[in-house]
């Protein structure tokens, strides 16, 4: 989680603010490293997305950017998950 300051030299991201969480979710390669990046944002900001989020990272086009570079889309897919059969 770092991008270069001016001279160079990494510096942390601050995925507490906007830019800095637009900066790392843009960097995602596959949707694996997208997910477990989610996963990151949302530790570091209590367990939740941030506020920010949906205007900074969906509305934005950032997702729907990101995931194209993969094949993926930004599409919320529901799926039913099927209830096991009782055994009787």
Known sequence: MTEQNNQ???KP???KSAEGVKSFMAGSSSEAEWNNRCDQV???N????????????M???VAKKT???WGGT???KI???PKPLKSE
């Open 74 to 76: 930004d599409e919320i």
């Open 13 to 15: 991201l601050d995925l």
């Open 42 to 44: 949302k530790a570091v």
């Open 79 to 81: 799926t039913a998950i």
């Open 8 to 10: 160079g030299e990494p």
């Open 59 to 61: 509305l934005s086009g």
């Open 46 to 57: 209590g367990g939740d997305y941030p506020k920010f989020w949906f205007p900074t990272i």
């Open 67 to 69: 995931s194209a570079t």
